[in-house]
């Protein structure tokens, strides 16, 4: 949890008390069912909640935004990013119903009632959203496809509206297509090994109308 001060210093003390709280409730939920490795448990705040976190450092919604999770899994980055920003709506969506099992536990422990969750492939969600972030789902060009028409017009942000995705490697080859994205290098923004390569993606998305 230390950690996850270092890097947010300004976390309120609901806040605060909520990731000290997700240990806990992980650590239980995971012995059930497990959808976190060992290794990631162990490592919670640095493998999961700060680098679902690293998409703060590149954007902080303003309340009201409307954001979905894709293919959550056990709520990553999606739960991290519903504490530090409680006045967003956020859905976080997986087509793997275990998992969200966890999900919905772990929601419902913490109290975080600015989440709602649903058991589907995305492609089935007939709705829309200011923000679409994930980490760890699908190529581009199959997560562009499978999001298409869900991405909506309203731009209250200092981002246009479209996918924030956290993303490993060399992304040379995958972006190369999109002309418009922005990758931002997580280790600009946090001291750690861990993040050496990997990044958060920025591709706003282009509308009908
Ligand atoms: C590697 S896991 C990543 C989970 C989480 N985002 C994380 O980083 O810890 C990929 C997740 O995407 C989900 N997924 C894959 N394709 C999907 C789709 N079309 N719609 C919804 N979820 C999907 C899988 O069920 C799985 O839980």
Known sequence: ????????PDLTSEQIQKFEALEELYKDWNLKINVVSRKDI???YLRHVLHSLAIAKVITFKPGTKIMDVGTGGGFP?????ILFPECSFHLVDSIAKKLKVVNEVVDGLGLDNVKTTHTRVEEIDDTYD??????VA???TFVRWIKGKVSK????????????LKGGDLTEELQDYKTVTIYPINDFYN??????????????????
Do not use: C, W
Not at 1 to 8: A, G, I, N, R, T
Not at 78 to 82: D, E, F, R, S, V
Not at 197 to 209: D, E, N
């Open 139 to 141: 190529a581009m060009p």
């Open 154 to 165: 309203n731009q209250n942000n200092t981002l246009k509206n479209g996918i924030l995705y």
């Open 192 to 209: 750690e090994p861990f993040f050496e390569t990997k990044k958060v993606v920025h591709l706003p998305i282009k509308f009908k109308g």
């Open 131 to 136: 923000f679409i972030v994930s980490r760890a």
């Open 1 to 8: 949890m230390e950690l996850v001060l270092k890097y947010f």
């Open 78 to 82: 999606g739960i991290p990013l519903a």
């Open 42 to 44: 162990d490592e919670l």
